[in-house]
């Protein structure tokens, strides 16, 4: 069945430093990829997509890889500030139909002033 | 725009009442998503329409759930008869194929309290 897997523990991180967190799937062949933030107690908030024909896509400090390959994507903040701790989402659109997308259950990113 | 509309954002009911969410997706997205989250399952999609017709209701746990768009400007998901573990956090997102990316725009959420 197909699976996506997000890193259950949460990630401390010191302000400054670049988070980097993992989206690894299986039995899955996305055409899109999409990252989301989410905030306690809010829906999430689309951040960025990328295609399955693209190996990178960044906008200011974030940044995304996608190995289709490996069947994972990595997501980057660089220079991280307390305001970027929440939950991170990934989710995958697959050929399942249009506009749909499975989502992972999510890592929870503490950056430490 | 104000966004995705929920309401109400929380709901407590006794096993075996009848509930309704309620959600006014954004003027002029053509999708609409409802979804459930949980600590132990994270978020699951349970229904999404298209020009408001029901396209994919592979989600829906069971028949208890239901859910209409009777317009293109509201939606509702009911649950008849409840149950304490359809306890969660509703969300309703809507998109466009308009956009250029598939971003999905979400509502704050109706958080659900099956006692």
């Known amino acids: 069945s197909q699976k996506i897997e997000q890193n259950s523990e949460a990630l401390n991180i010191q302000e400054g430093k670049t988070a980097t967190l993992t989206c690894n799937y299986t039995n899955y062949s996305p055409a899109y990829l999409q990252w989301y933030r989410q905030d306690p107690g809010r829906g999430p908030v689309f951040l960025l997509l990328?295609?399955?024909?693209?190996k990178e896509k960044r906008k200011e400090r974030l940044k995304v890889t996608f190995d289709t390959t490996l069947k994972q994507s990595l997501f980057h903040i660089t220079a991280s500030q307390p305001a970027d701790s929440a939950t991170y989402l990934c989710?995958?659109?697959?050929?399942?139909?249009?506009?749909?997308?499975?989502f992972g259950t999510g890592t929870k990113l503490q950056v430490i002033p | 725009d104000a966004g995705v509309i929920q309401s109400p954002r929380h709901e407590v009911t006794e096993m075996g009442q009848e509930v309704t969410l309620r959600c006014k997706p954004i003027s002029g997205h053509d999708y609409l998503f409802w979804y459930r989250q949980t600590m132990m399952r994270g978020l699951e999609l349970l229904i999404y329409?298209?020009?408001?017709?029901?396209?994919?209701d592979s989600g829906m746990p069971e028949d208890r759930f239901s859910a209409k768009m009777p317009n293109a400007s509201f939606s509702t998901l009911k649950i008849q008869p409840s149950e304490p573990r359809d306890s969660a956090v509703y969300f309703c997102a809507s998109s466009t194929t308009s956009g250029y990316y598939n971003e999905q725009f979400f509502g704050p959420g109706t958080r659900l309290t099956v006692l």
């Open positions: 329409f298209n020009n408001n017709v029901p396209i994919d």
């Open positions: 990328i295609r399955e024909n693209e």
């Open positions: 989710a995958l659109e697959g050929s399942g139909g249009y506009q749909k997308v499975t």
